[in-house]
């Protein structure tokens, strides 16, 4: 087939085209690749220059727990020897935080100080500690009292208050925290609030504030005992009785703009809720602590302290309200004893154990420097955890749904109402470095049991021992062990101490 001159010179073109087309697709493919290498090494080289300011190369930057500071690498140090350096946190931030380092406001009446102040010297060191007795007039005192200093609060007549059925002393007293950072008191990391009727176990509070950074901002306390009380004022609210804690830069933000704050909530009922609602404006949550006690409760707290929740007794409110925490005695003298222990374990203080007397089959939950009980019958550790219903709810009803933690029924089968021994005295052995504490039997008639087995009613006392474990709280949280060393005819003699390896209780 012949082609004219016109075919031959497209048939070459085309051939040229189709020539230099795959000649060209190379050339594009080298120079896509070569974009992206040197796009690919330019990124990696401003990771890794990047990077060395981090601190993720071969710990160039590190953070330092114990001085809270950035420690620059030393070329670094070289090129800012010159510049003044700016810590984030001041120099004795490694030191532990101890009482000196608190501060304490108490709220109190002058028509009750005579009575009340009597609570707070069963708990104030006036060599250790540092605070102010705040009163809304003055009272009279008396040198060598044992007591906190005592001063009139500031006028709040210019707030206003409009709740009708609360009282305006409310504003006088969420203003505490701030009238005392205004005193300048130096060296001061916390400040705790409580009312004149609250008892502080100073030990256990110091042992929940170490665990925080006292740099930050943290507003620490718990809840009300009760569900309506944290309906009506807030789930999130600190109960000023039980007390509660905030650090010195909160305290610092919160004296800035408290007054103001306080205008914008003529409404609110209590001191509490004042103070509340001024962290909500700071923004600062509350970091729950559930050994803070308000104990908005009537009655018998003996079902709450002998199943005392897994976690340091810090305080205790509302003493004249509820009943002596020891029977046949006043709460003072009460609470006297209670100091006992609280000296020689205070981080064991009340915290519960639950063990079996397998051969008699009773159930043992001791709280150890408060009571012991014993059950006939084997109860789990699921039940005797929960406190029984030994109390009314604040509203003075017998409604178990008005709690806010679960609780459980007094036992109606007489078989099973335990027998309960309260601490009698206690002591050290130095030669075992153990404390020995005595419960003896609390005499009250017991319903008629017809079931066959062993009787505690035989039993006169409860002898307890258990070392001093000062550093309980600083690992994580678990019940106290405890185990049966001896039962004999009129006593039982139980040790408490942490769980062995694979120790749980059981029958």
């Known amino acids: 087939m012949k082609m ?44 890794l220059s990047s990077s060395s300011y981090r601190g993720c190369d071969d710990g160039d930057l590190l953070f330092s727990t114990t001085h809270n500071r950035l420690s620059l690498p030393q070329s670094q140090l070289n090129s800012t020897a010159s510049q003044p350096q700016t810590p984030n946190f001041p ?31 069963l708990w104030w060191k006036p060599k250790h500690m540092r605070g102010v007795v705040w009163v809304d007039s003055p009272v009279k005192t008396r040198p060598g009292e044992g007591l906190p200093r005592v001063k009139v609060s500031s006028d709040t007549s210019r707030f206003a208050y409009t709740n009708r059925q609360g009282h305006r002393s409310a504003i006088r007293i969420s203003r505490i925290v701030s009238e005392t950072f205004r005193l300048g008191i130096e060296d001061v990391r916390w400040f705790v609030m409580g009312d004149d009727d609250t008892v502080f176990v ?82 600062v ?45 006043t709460q003072v003298e009460a609470l006297q004893r209670l100091k006992i222990p609280m000296k020689l374990d ?71 109402k335990p027998f309960v021994f309260y601490l009698s005295k206690a002591r050290l052995d130095s030669s075992t470095n153990q404390t020995v504490s005595e419960y003896s039997r609390h005499r009250v008639t017991h319903p008629t049991c017809r079931w066959k087995m062993p009787d505690p009613a035989d039993l006169d006392r409860v002898e307890v021992y258990k070392k001093p474990d000062p550093h309980l709280w600083y690992k994580s949280p678990r019940r106290n062990c405890c185990r049966i060393i001896s039962s004999k005819a009129r006593s039982l003699v139980v040790d408490v101490g942490v769980c062995r390896e694979g120790e749980i209780s059981e029958i």
């Open 91 to 121: 120099a004795e931030t490694h030191h532990k935080t101890e009482l000196k380092h608190v501060v304490f406001g108490i709220a109190a009446s002058a028509k009750l100080w005579d009575h009340r102040k009597n609570y707070i010297k």
């Open 346 to 416: 205070s981080a064991g203080l009340i915290q519960q154990s639950i063990c079996y007397d397998s051969a008699k089959k009773w159930t043992v939950s001791v709280s150890w420097g408060f009571a012991v009980q014993v059950f006939r019958s084997i109860l789990s550790p699921r039940e005797i955890e929960m406190p029984s219903r030994t109390f009314l709810n604040w509203y003075r009803r017998a409604d178990y749904t008005a709690y806010a933690f679960n609780t459980r029924p007094v036992s109606r089968n007489p078989c099973q």
């Open 285 to 329: 949550p509350l970091t729950k602590e559930l050994g803070f006690h308000q104990y908005d409760v009537y009655g018998n707290l003996f079902g709450l302290l002998a199943a005392h929740p897994v976690t340091p007794l810090v305080s205790m409110h509302h003493l004249d309200v509820v009943e002596p925490i020891f029977p046949n005695v």
């Open 202 to 283: 100073t030990e256990n509070l110091i042992r929940v504030l170490s665990k925080y950074d006292h740099n930050q901002y943290y507003y620490i306390g718990s809840l009300s005992e009760s569900h309506l009380q944290n309906i009506y004022f807030s789930y999130n609210m600190a109960y000023g009785g039980g007390g509660f804690a905030i650090s010195y830069p909160l305290a610092k933000a919160l004296e800035r703009m408290q007054d103001r704050c306080i205008q914008r909530y003529p409404g609110l009922f209590a001191s509490d809720d004042r103070m509340q609602a001024c962290m909500a404006e700071l923004g």
């Open 4 to 47: 004219n001159q016109k075919d031959s010179e497209k048939v070459g073109w085309d051939h040229m085209s189709v020539g230099s087309q795959n000649r060209a697709m190379p050339k594009l493919m080298v120079w896509l690749f070569l974009f992206v290498s040197v796009t690919y090494v330019v990124y990696t080289l401003k990771l």
